[in-house]
């Protein structure tokens, strides 16, 4: 009792200078649930949206957990405040949550999952075309990444169910917001169910509009792509669509005919407006990346780098390549010219001996890239640093 009054007594003070900075009373962060069947809750106010799918008996899964307290995402991230599990437990009844189901590796969907490993040791199932990007992020030179890797527990494929106690979840790798995107379809309470990530923009929600496209050039969805999106969420026939910042929506096949046409004229404009032999190499700025994009090593490490080119055109292009580093950094090879058949991703190696003694904090390997005759300049690097 003692110990409980020295911490209101804390939070009493915590709150008055709070109020004292801005002006404001301070009021708690309270997780508010939302029931879409008798078995799934949607976390109302987490960023991002967070979906709790329960049993009778205290076990759940959680599909993304956002993060859950009043330091928005913008002031604070990368800092996962649990506001969620108590009350979880108190309103919903959730005793453990034996797995996790992230849509995409974005750091808002994937905030809260350090939390529910260290606290249940919750496990991670994904599709197998996500599995290098969520365990290595720093592999990827992607946009809002968490700042270390989890690891999946369980790689479900395309088409295998993944039960759990007595509901199957599918899920499957397709293009959304990113090409690494999950559709995760499930069939619960009589109701079919459908989480989409953030493949619909969340100012949809914000400005009560029409659906349209979470577009960012860099999470390498690809333009050929984008009218397959509705018509992949319709082929499930869900009757709720489960957004990533706009809540769980009941399915209307009206509000998504209207965003099938409006992805049809989006993709057929910047399709017109691009000027690479295929529009999607235009709009994808990793079609040529190294893995490991970013690395820490000692002092005289070697390390083999990857470079992937990908060939978005529909016929064989030629590919001639220069690498380069900086003073010190031995390569294993300058040059390597090769072909790359249509639609597919050509793989090539560079080995790299970093010096023992160096002063500056990173060191870049680069690829000076000539494509079909036409050269690029250095359009791919990776970074070692220490």
Not at 178 to 198: C, E, M, P, Q
Not at 214 to 233: D, E, V
Not at 315 to 343: I, K, N, P, W
Request: negative net charge.
């Amino acid at each position: 009792a003692k110990a409980e009054a020295r911490i209101d007594e804390l939070i009493a003070k915590l709150a008055e200078i709070y109020k004292l900075f801005h002006g404001r009373p301070y009021v708690p962060f309270v997780p508010e649930f939302r029931e879409l069947s008798l078995h799934v809750y949607e976390v109302v106010n987490s960023m991002a949206n967070t979906y709790i799918v329960k049993d009778d008996e205290g076990h759940a899964v959680l599909i993304d957990c956002g993060y859950v307290s009043g330091a928005p995402i913008a002031a604070n991230p990368h800092r996962f405040i649990d506001h969620l599990t108590a009350r979880m437990q108190s309103e919903l009844g959730v005793e453990t949550v034996e797995y996790f189901l992230p849509t995409h590796f974005h750091d808002d969907h994937l905030a809260g999952y350090a939390m529910l490993k260290a606290r249940y040791g919750s496990k991670v199932v994904a599709a197998s075309d996500l599995r290098e990007l969520l365990e290595h992020p720093e592999r990827f030179d992607m946009p809002c990444m968490v700042p270390e890797g989890l690891t999946v527990d369980r790689v479900v494929e395309r088409g295998e169910p993944f039960h759990w106690r007595g509901i199957d979840f599918y899920i499957e790798q397709f293009p959304g917001q990113t090409w690494y995107d999950h559709h995760i379809s499930f069939a619960v309470d009589g109701r079919n169910f459908l989480a989409i990530g953030d493949a619909i923009s969340g100012l949809c929600f914000r400005e009560e509009r029409d659906y349209i496209h979470s577009f960012i050039p860099k999470n390498r969805t690809p333009l050929s792509a984008y009218g397959s999106i509705p018509r992949k969420i319709n082929e499930r026939g869900p009757d709720w669509l489960l957004t990533g910042h706009g809540g769980g929506e009941a399915y209307d096949t009206e509000k998504m005919q209207g965003w099938t046409e409006w992805m049809d004229r989006w993709q057929a404009l910047f399709t017109d407006i691009t000027t690479a032999s295929h529009a999607d190499r235009t709009m994808d700025p990793h079609w040529i990346e190294f893995r490991p994009y970013k690395i820490r090593i000692c002092p005289g490490d070697e390390v083999c780098f990857r470079l992937y080119v990908k060939n978005h055109s529909a016929e064989q292009e030629a590919c001639s390549l220069r690498f380069r580093s900086v003073s010190g950094v031995a390569l294993d090879r300058v040059e390597r010219a090769f072909l790359v058949e249509a639609g597919q991703t050509q793989e090539v190696e560079v080995r790299a001996r970093f010096p023992a003694v160096f002063v500056t904090h990173s060191l870049p390997v680069l690829a000076d890239v000539t494509w079909g005759g036409k050269r690029l300049g250095e359009v791919a690097e990776a970074i070692a640093y220490w």
